[in-house]
């Protein structure tokens, strides 16, 4: 059963976890600013992500507070001085920036209370996380109010100056290894995801090949009672289907020989399809998969 939500109809705090639960995860801004007189501040935001890279964009939202409207020192600091560092939120620093995300008075500062190092920034006035191992020195470009009362947004649109990147989390290539950096994710609640381990996989999808779709597929293949949504796109982003005396040859396998003789050969050939995908053979899962089609 769906469930329709009216935005209007319901409480801004009910709704604010309604869409923070969908769109998830999110990365974090770990944003470091000072006010007019240099005092730092230090805090963590979800509504976060990068928007171009030529020129280097980063927009993020410093949201009215839900329960009381009021605004936090992030933005007033920002709309002070237009500067800003984003630090990126690793798992060895998780804790240490949901405990920056404490209302403390204005003039305490923030990496005192959590314990994290500021270090000078070449660029901007704002101090960078040492222990972040990426840290994006930004001038503000612009702050757009998107309402007036609690819940409403302020996005933030920041552009790179300066880039620090520690050569620890680089991989052979010069390029950030996801398991390297290992980065953490903003969720509904108190919910977070860490994206490294078994929770990082591949998805190659060239973008030079058209891919022949779904509806090249044949029926067989389309409506297959093993394969699953996921597993029939890897067949269809596949440029063209398979030759087809190479998918015949696959016959004068013993092991197919004996699969097309059991009482449910097509499940069982889509079950050898399903596992040669998983190991992204795609060439030979695809013979597989039409095979099905000429033979049953």
Partial sequence: MIRTIDPGAIKPADLHQYLLGAVAPRPIAFASTVDATGVPNLAPYSFFNCFSSNPPILVFSSNRRVTDN????????????????????TYNIVR?????????PREVSEFEKAGLTPIPSDLVKPYRVKESPVQMECQVQDVIPL???????????CRVVRLHVDEAILDEN????????????????????????????TIVQPYNQIGMGFDQLPPSIRHSTVLTGNELAQLAAQSAPPESDKV???QKESNIQ???????????????VQRELA??????????????DYLL
Avoid: C, F
């Fill in 174 to 201: 010069g390029r950030i290894d996801p398991q390297r950096i290992d980065l953490m994710g903003r969720m509904g609640r108190a919910y977070y995801t860490r994206a490294s381990g078994e929770s990082i996989y």
């Fill in 248 to 250: 015949l040859a696959l």
């Fill in 258 to 272: 004996a699969l097309l003789q059991t009482d449910n050969p097509l499940e069982h050939l889509h079950g050898m």
């Fill in 96 to 104: 240490q920036a949901a405990l920056t995300s404490v209302e403390y």
């Fill in 147 to 157: 309402g007036d009362k609690g819940g409403a947004g302020y996005l933030i649109i």
């Fill in 70 to 89: 009021t605004t936090k020192d992030t933005l007033h600091n920002i709309l002070e001085t237009k500067e800003v560092v984003i630090n990126v939120v």
């Fill in 279 to 292: 190991k992204e053979n795609l060439e030979r899962a695809a013979h597989l998969a039409w095979l099905g």
